[in-house]
């Protein structure tokens, strides 16, 4: 009775979290799901993927911290280095997949002129899982709540599982996400998608390095 | 049948007489007088300035009127507005704060100025959680902001609804200064510029949009804005403030003086605002569009050549149509030899007395340029008056 309580705690959770899960990881995942081929069915799988990775990031991560005790409060110098190379890991994969995408692009349009490009390349889940995976490993707000409740429990079979439930509850938000199976995938919106990511990969890459280098970000 | 087509056109085409261009300027004369005359203002440099920019405004109307041409009157306009609205604005933050530089204890307080640039990147955080993610303040006594935020967006959208893109030909106060790089050379040096830069703005638009939601901050105000090098900017007091305001400085140096210098073109405004592109989505709202009558079209591309936003493409020409980022600023209408290029009202026959639509469609954008650039000008001229009188 107690464990349904504390899971049904954890679905809750992650349902009332699971839009600032959604917006944390929207630059990562809208820009590179426009540069996948149009279609739910691709779009679903591609999400799946994601998800999943992120799950396992979750569980990483969780795992990790449990064992060396620091669940709820990983020390300073450790947290900026794991998110420092997190977020340079993160610019990494999406200006690979900024460039990987024009690739398949290029291989695909018959010419520059040509607005709808039906067959773009097929391309693998190493992406979305390399995304995925690191987005699980970032500690966001919803994370910290979680990692909190799961801190209080017996065993780490039982965090592991509360945040399995959490993650169900906000895996939920992502949803909507496969809707943009439904955007014609162009020209157009490939390159948009493409120039996106490598803005944002800028921006992560930059906040990886100042984490690196210790430095505070705003320093007020 | 065809020659009285051709004849019609032609005195269509014909400067106006002095006296049909002064009744056709009088709504607009009437409308400054309404938005200049401060009858109340004792101070003089700011009568002598409202009076100067009615002035200026209405002669640039009727410029428009007698010789029919759109894009050069527009021009001066928009450039003394590009140029004028740093003197101002600098001069009232200084005033008030003592220095370019906005401190984080300002903007906490919520006492930064508003702009209307950041309005598409902050509607997602809104509407998650009621909450304006930028610095500044809609409540009374929130500092310059005032109700600032609140009359600005209301202008903006009303304004939109009417003329679309043409925002950002009439009003915007930031696009003057690349406007006026632009026209400094007579051939642009560069002129071979690959067509997918045109998708910059939606790019810098989804990337803001996503990292202010995701961050819970005005990313673009924060890093990338251009027009932070001549307006307000980060208090540098440390090496990320010197990282931004090294960016703003960058961007503007390169966006809005140099490529535009090499190009002639409006680059800042067609490769990477993202406010342009967002704005870009108004024009199908508006009834104002311009078209290309394929009728009378040859094939010389000079309207695509003039766009200062490479707004037309051999594609779009031969559709007979401007694409969505089209700012109405009406160069390609004044380039065409043909008069083949014209201004059009959504839902009547392409060509069909482009005058009239013409003429409807100045009246609203001009009405706009003079309630919200002409107090720009009328600021910055009081500002430079006030050293001298």
């Known amino acids: 009775m107690a464990g349904s309580f504390v899971f049904g705690e954890a679905l809750a959770l992650g349902l009332a979290s699971g839009p600032a899960c959604m917006a944390s990881c929207g630059p990562v995942l809208v820009p590179s799901l426009l540069t996948e081929r149009a279609g739910l069915r691709v779009n679903t799988r591609y999400i799946a993927t994601f998800l999943g990775a992120r799950f396992l990031g979750y569980l990483a991560f969780a795992a990790v911290a449990w064992e060396l005790g620091a669940l709820v409060s990983l020390p300073p110098a450790p947290r900026m280095l794991l998110f420092g190379v997190v977020h340079v890991s993160l610019a990494g994969v999406l200006l690979w997949y900024a460039y990987s995408a024009g690739h398949s692009c290029a291989h695909a349009c018959a010419g520059s002129e040509l607005v709808t490009i039906g067959a773009t390349k097929k391309r693998g889940v190493a992406g979305p899982a390399a995304l995925g995976f690191l987005t699980g490993l970032s500690l966001c707000p919803p994370f910290v709540a979680a990692g909190v409740r799961a801190a209080e429990l017996g065993s780490v079979a039982a965090a592991l599982l509360f945040f399995a439930v959490f993650f169900v509850g906000t895996s939920i938000w992502f949803v909507p996400f496969v809707g943009l199976g439904c955007v014609t995938r162009n020209e157009a919106v490939i390159t948009v998608a493409r120039m996106a990511m490598v803005l944002i990969a800028l921006y992560y890459g930059y906040l990886g390095l100042t984490m690196l280098l210790g430095r505070k970000v705003y320093g007020y | ?389």
Not at chain 2, 182 to 195: G, L, N, Q, W
Not at chain 2, 372 to 382: D, K, M, Q, R
Request: charged residues 15%.
């Open chain 2, 1 to 389: 049948m065809a020659t009285e087509a051709r004849v019609l056109r032609a005195q269509e085409m014909a400067p106006r007489s002095i006296s049909r261009s002064i009744l056709l300027s009088l709504p607009i004369a009437l409308w400054s007088v309404l938005m200049f005359a401060h009858f109340w203002q004792h101070d003089r440099a700011v009568q002598i300035a409202d009076v100067t920019t009615a002035v200026f405004m209405i002669a640039l109307f009727f410029m428009m009127m007698r010789t029919r041409s759109t894009y050069r009157w527009r021009r001066w306009f928009f450039v003394v507005l590009g140029l004028l609205f740093p003197v101002g604005f600098i001069h009232q933050v200084i005033a008030m704060r003592g220095t370019m530089g906005i401190p984080i204890e300002e903007m906490i307080a919520g006492r930064t100025p508003f702009c209307f640039l950041p309005i598409p990147l902050l509607i997602l955080p809104a509407a998650f959680t009621k909450t304006v993610v930028f610095p500044g303040s809609i409540l009374p006594g929130g500092g310059m902001s005032g109700g600032g935020m609140a009359a600005m967006a209301g202008i903006w959208l009303a304004m939109t609804i009417v003329v679309g893109k043409g925002w950002c030909s009439y009003a915007c106060f930031f696009g003057g200064i690349e406007e006026g790089m632009a026209s400094v050379p007579t051939r642009a040096k560069v002129r071979k510029i690959d067509p997918r830069w045109r998708y910059g703005p939606w790019a810098v638009l989804l990337a803001m949009v996503l990292l202010s939601l995701a961050l819970f901050d005005s990313v673009y105000c924060m890093w990338l804005c251009p027009f932070k090098a001549v307006s307000e900017y980060v208090a540098a007091r440390n090496t990320v403030g010197m990282i931004q305001n090294g960016i703003f400085v960058v961007l503007f140096a390169g966006l809005v003086i140099a490529l535009p210098l090499l190009t002639k073109k409006r680059t800042q405004c067609a490769f990477f605002c993202p406010f342009g592109a967002f704005q870009s989505i108004f024009n199908k709202t508006s009834v104002f569009d311009v078209k290309i009558d394929r009728t009378r079209c040859s094939p010389c591309v000079l309207c695509k050549t003039a766009c200062p936003t490479l707004s037309l493409t051999d594609e779009s020409i031969v559709r007979g149509e401007t694409l969505m980022s089209c700012m109405k600023c009406g160069a390609c209408v004044d380039a065409c030899p043909k008069d083949a290029a014209v201004w059009h009202i959504k839902g009547t026959e392409v060509a069909m007395k482009p005058e009239r639509a013409r003429l409807m469609f100045l009246y609203a954008a001009w009405a706009m340029a003079i309630m919200f650039g002409g107090g720009t000008i009328a600021e910055g001229v009081a500002t430079i008056l006030h050293v001298f009188v």
